[in-house]
């Protein structure tokens, strides 16, 4: 920890007088709308990464009237996070957009609301339920093999991010609901793509200076509303099954199957049960699993693409440390270094939070800095991954530097938080590793492939979470002779 890292024991202690906020430097605003002119919000990040260069890991930014501090310094990040939810909250505008739309779920719940539905969401993500779910991870990607393998006779490009999120939809909505929905072999559901439309709006209302949404609605507000009344429909038709069911069944009171049942007891006590009320924390679950790990599964498939010796490599572990692969064994993908390793380098360079929003309860101490009570504030969280003062050659991918650290210094792994940390660390991280590596060891085994787009045409884009643009992969089957 820094000598004067802010800490819950003593918030407002330093051994040299604080700085104020108003003393941090920054780059030059303008009146009204502050540093929003010309400002780029899809590659908010980078232009926030530039500015840390330029004016320090503390600085301060207006986005239209609201001041923003800027904090990059790992070390302090992690203590700013750790304070969670007692000195620091997610903005105050996330809470009433999220209303708006009715999708106020645990992702936008503070205080003691947050913790009663965080318990309910751990025990749905516990490693007692996911063992037993595991089967349907393997059933799915088995979906995704025979959907690529159908696809690569016809010699048709595949949509990486577009299959990614079938596959990881149909994941997160069984596992939630308990709900086959098996988007990957109808391809006339678009289930994935109404949820896909919510993030976008979602970004573009958090950092609008007015909220004009409330005035008039502009095209993508009224198609957001009509794919949340879609994706209603759908979630409210999974929860009247799951009443009848365990209207049917009462020992599901006592030991639920899935995170809706777990829901309906919590929602059964507190004498909340209506739909309106359940669907919010359910898309919740929905948005968080679906699009966070396509998009990093996207990442994945585009740098093995480009490092094709990487991704022969790591078929070679798989033949020699997998048994079965129709249905691979969990210990054993659990147990795969190299996998390991492109998966931590991945998200070291393309980590979907980038940033996060946050807002002041209390008087803090930051660094050196005393931040006021209803101060804003916004941690970048990749900025240490990215730089060679944390990791060596760090704009580099190499997957080596996790196998031999000795060998690629510095390498500073404690200063990547890709999944959050403190109270409020993502509970779904063992479900997206298990979604991760059963659907490297399928494709790695079964295809090679090679970018059908341009590498040049593949960006990132900034959308509450970070995406490649879309792209897209010419499969080639491989040799059975070679798969064994």
Known sequence: MPENAATDEAPLNSEV???????????????????????????????????CDQYGALFNIKLGPERFTVVADPETILQVLKQRPDRFSRIRSIKPVFQELGIHGVFSM???????????????????????????????????????????????????QEDMMKMTVDVTTALTMGYDINTLENDHLEFQVHLKRVFPVLWKRLNSPFPYWRYIK?????????????????????????????AEHPELNEQPGNFLESLLIQSDHKGDTSDDALFGSIITMLLAGEDTTAYTLSWIVYYLSIHPDLLAELRTELQGRVSNHQEPNWEELDKLPLMDAIIQETLRLKPVAPLLYLTCLQDTQVSDVLIPKGSSLITLNEYAGKRNQWFHHAETFN???????????????????????????????????????????????????QLATPVGDIKEELSFVVQPTVYSIQLNPVNAAIRG
């Open 17 to 51: 007088p604080l700085r104020e906020i108003c003393d941090l430097s920054g780059p030059r605003t303008f009146p009204i709308v502050g540093n929003l002119i010309g400002l780029d919000m899809h590659a908010l990040h980078f232009q926030l990464e530039q500015w």
């Open 110 to 160: 503070e205080g003691s609301e947050w913790k009663s539905n965080r318990k309910t969401t751990v025990r749905g993500l516990d490693a007692r339920h996911l063992q037993h779910f595991y089967p349907t991870i393997i059933q799915t990607t088995q979906r995704l093999k025979n959907r690529w393998q159908t696809l690569a006779s016809k010699h048709h490009p595949v949509s990486v």
């Open 218 to 246: 502009l095209p993508a507000d009224r198609r957001l509303e009509y794919s949340l009344e879609i994706i209603r429909k759908h979630v409210f038709k999974f929860i009247s099954q799951t009443r009848q069911k365990m």
């Open 399 to 449: 997957p080596q530097r996790w196998l031999n650290p000795e060998q690629f210094q510095p390498h500073s792994p404690e200063t990547m938080i890709p999944f959050g940390s403190g109270p409020r660390f993502c509970p779904g991280r063992q479900l997206a590793l298990m979604e991760m590596k059963a659907t490297m060891a399928m494709i790695c085994h079964y295809f090679d492939w």
